[in-house]
């Protein structure tokens, strides 16, 4: 459950991230280059290398959730709400 929690909070993560980047990138394409530069440039979204991400965030959010989920699952219940 949390391991499940885990990678979908990064999947979240990693899609407001990938949307707020294309919009700063936009931003900074249209109209800062062209304001400072004079020229144009082409706005292009790596496809291939967002897809490539998500199964290695997923990965790597299971991984680093699942140490803590596994040491608080062996706990006793006393214990664990004596480290509250």
Known sequence: MVVLEAAAISVMGFLAGT???????????KTA?????????????PTTMALAAVPIIIVIAAISAWLPAWKAARLQ????IGYE
Not at 33 to 45: I, M
Not at 77 to 80: D, F, G, K, R, S
Request: no cysteine; charged share 10%; glycine share 8%.
């Open 33 to 45: 280059v062209k304001a400072v530069a004079g020229f144009d440039l082409a706005l292009t979204f």
């Open 19 to 29: 949307a707020l980047g294309m919009m700063n990138a936009y931003f900074l394409v």
């Open 77 to 80: 219940v006393t214990e664990a």
